[in-house]
């Protein structure tokens, strides 16, 4: 038998080092956050979009989706009815 064995043996508890270890750190890539970052701003509800704004995302969409057949698609073109009928003078 070995040193440690026969102290197991004669009824000495094998004291391990219980230090407590520091879980390993990840290094976070904050995925969510680059997103956020690439974005530049927050998302804005349709309601809230400028004229200009609902046009640049009409834009996108049809680009993206490959038309205006979306749901999303087309509560920005009746936004942008709305405001049109706000301001009938502006067509930008």
């Given at each position: ?29 904050g995925k ?61």
């Amino acid at each position: 038998m070995n040193e440690e064995t026969k102290k197991l043996d004669q009824g000495q508890v094998k004291q391990e080092s219980k230090e407590a270890k520091a879980p390993e750190e990840k290094p976070v890539t904050g995925k969510k956050e680059e997103k956020k970052e690439a974005a530049g701003t927050h998302k804005k509800k349709i309601n809230r979009l400028t004229l200009k704004e609902v046009e640049k995302k009409i834009q996108e969409t049809q680009e993206k989706m490959g038309g205006l057949a979306s749901s999303f698609a087309r509560q920005l073109l009746e936004r942008k009815e709305q405001l049109l009928a706000r301001d009938p003078g502006k067509t930008e």
